[in-house]
């Protein structure tokens, strides 16, 4: 069940640079999105997020960017750090369902460091 | 700044042992989730719980899990009879809303 895609496993970008990470999904349902960054030994840390109703969203050094008709979702993250190095899984969820309660599916994860 | 709590961090048992994995969500927060990660491959949903009671849960939430919050602060996730495959990183997450959920830092399930 393969409904929330992160196609590249890992990334490599020079401090300063920018990293874009791509997460591509199949259920048109979906419609609200998020990107978590994961370090080692850690829960999932909430980044940014973005509804269905918005094509961009930005936080600081952070802009998720959502394209609808492709199913495609991208985090850029301008300028890279090397704290920024871990694992950033997109996820995604219908918040149509019942009671409120909503169910993420997340991605595979993209490794990203940033090298100094 | 309040965080989500799991413990132990890391439990060994036996092959058809009950494990129970604890967590102390957020205090002000109403909804409550657990999910796992199998080494290396995705977090996968397993259960979400609000008033008291079971929302949704996946179909590897089977009758060997079960979650309950038994006071004001807990919530815990019990696996009755243990099996090879249970072995993950389970991690719970709570939220006020239904968004934004915000994730404990696992406890490692190991089962030998």
């Known amino acids: 069940d393969q409904q929330v895609k992160q196609n590249s496993p890992s990334l490599s970008v020079q401090e300063g640079r920018i990293s874009i990470l791509n997460c591509d999904y199949t259920?048109?349902?979906?419609?609200?999105f998020l990107w978590y960054k994961k370090y080692p030994a850690e829960g999932p840390t909430f980044l940014i997020s973005?509804?269905?109703?918005?094509d961009k969203n930005e936080d600081g050094r952070f802009t998720v960017f959502l394209n609808k008709s492709a199913k495609h979702l991208s985090l850029h993250i301008v300028p890279s750090q090397p704290g920024d190095s871990a694992v950033y899984f997109c996820?995604?969820?219908?918040?149509?369902?019942?009671?409120?309660?909503?169910?993420?599916?997340f991605g595979t994860g993209t490794r990203l460091k940033v090298l100094a | 700044e309040p965080e989500v709590t799991q413990t132990p961090s890391h439990q060994v048992t036996q092959m058809g042992q009950e494990v129970i994995l604890r967590c102390v969500p957020i205090?002000?927060?109403?909804?409550f989730y657990w999910y796992r990660q199998i080494l290396g491959q995705k977090v996968e949903f397993l259960v979400s719980?609000?008033?008291?009671?079971?929302?949704?849960k996946s179909e590897i939430f089977d009758d060997q899990f079960s979650v309950e919050r038994p006071d004001g602060s807990n919530f815990t996730l019990k696996i009755r009879s243990t099996k090879l495959e249970d072995s993950a990183m389970y991690f719970c997450?709570?939220?006020?809303?239904?968004?934004?959920?915000?994730f404990g830092p696992g406890t490692r399930l190991t089962v030998l």
């Open positions: 205090s002000n927060h109403l909804y």
């Open positions: 997450a709570s939220s006020l809303e239904g968004n934004e959920q915000f």
């Open positions: 973005i509804s269905s109703i918005k």
């Open positions: 996820a995604a969820t219908n918040t149509f369902t019942s009671v409120g309660t909503y169910k993420y599916i």
């Open positions: 259920n048109s349902m979906f419609d609200y």
């Open positions: 719980f609000y008033n008291n009671e079971i929302s949704e």
